[in-house]
């Protein structure tokens, strides 16, 4: 399975944009990147995914390198709710037609007022 | 729309004794998950179904069994809990298909003492 890597911890300051970088060496073609964040305990919190190509959405944008072997997400106007751990996902073809997510460890962002 | 709602939020258990976590949602999902996490860890998959009356193995499925009787509803099962099993339970359901992401609901404590 594709495993990711990701700083343990940044900070960003509030207003500015915050750039979470994600290394997935090992993907294969057909492997999607997903983006997660967790608030204190609760549960994980969908941001954004996508496969080869760059994508944005109210919440963030996810800029996917051409080889597919690393990934940014880019916060544009990091707020103190910001502050969380995020996850960067890659989701793998599990059996019975369906798909599974394989998490790492997270990069705990923390937003400086 | 309460989305993916769990039952009990906090438990504590003694070693051998038994119970059962209910995930429930709303959103007429066919996929449904259950995760667990420990500290300082990203989640791991311990079963899934991708539909009413089917169940898969994920990751960490020993110790535990889980029943979906009912397409909003995912049971998962501790027979005879442990103190390894001490963690933090997410559910999680998605539609089928491809590029769908999995919702999560706020977690289930558990501690087996």
């Known amino acids: 399975d594709a495993k990711t890597t990701q700083p343990t911890s940044m900070d960003c300051a509030e207003g500015r944009a915050a750039n979470l970088p994600c290394n997935h060496s090992?993907?294969?073609?057909?492997?999607?990147v997903y983006w997660y964040r967790q608030i204190h305990s609760q549960g994980p919190q969908y941001i954004i995914h996508?496969?080869?190509n760059n994508e944005t959405n109210e919440m963030a944008s996810l800029i996917i390198t051409e080889d597919r072997k690393s990934s940014t997400l880019i916060l544009p106007h990091a707020t103190l709710r910001d502050t969380a751990v995020y996850y960067c996902?890659?989701?793998?073809?599990?059996?019975?037609?369906?798909?599974?997510?394989?998490f790492g460890t997270g990069t705990r962002l923390k937003v400086l007022a | 729309n309460a989305g993916v709602t769990q039952t009990p939020k906090f438990r504590v258990l003694k070693t051998g004794q038994s119970m059962t976590l209910l995930c429930a949602q709303d959103?007429?999902?066919?996929?449904m998950y259950w995760y667990r996490q420990d500290p300082g860890m990203g989640l791991r998959l311990i079963h899934y179904?991708?539909?009413?009356?089917?169940?898969a193995k994920g990751e960490v499925p020993d110790g535990y069994n889980v029943s979906r009787l009912k397409k909003q509803n995912f049971l998962l099962g501790l027979e005879s809990a442990a103190p390894s099993q001490t963690s933090v339970y997410f559910c999680?359901?998605?539609?089928?298909?491809?590029?769908?992401?999995?919702?999560f609901g706020d977690g289930t404590r558990l501690s087996i003492l």
């Open positions: 179904s991708v539909g009413e009356g089917t169940t």
């Open positions: 996902i890659v989701r793998v073809v599990s059996g019975q037609g369906t798909y599974k997510y394989i």
């Open positions: 959103m007429n999902h066919e996929y």
């Open positions: 999680a359901s998605s539609w089928a298909g491809n590029n769908q992401p999995q919702h």
């Open positions: 996508g496969l080869k």
């Open positions: 090992t993907i294969s073609g057909n492997e999607y």
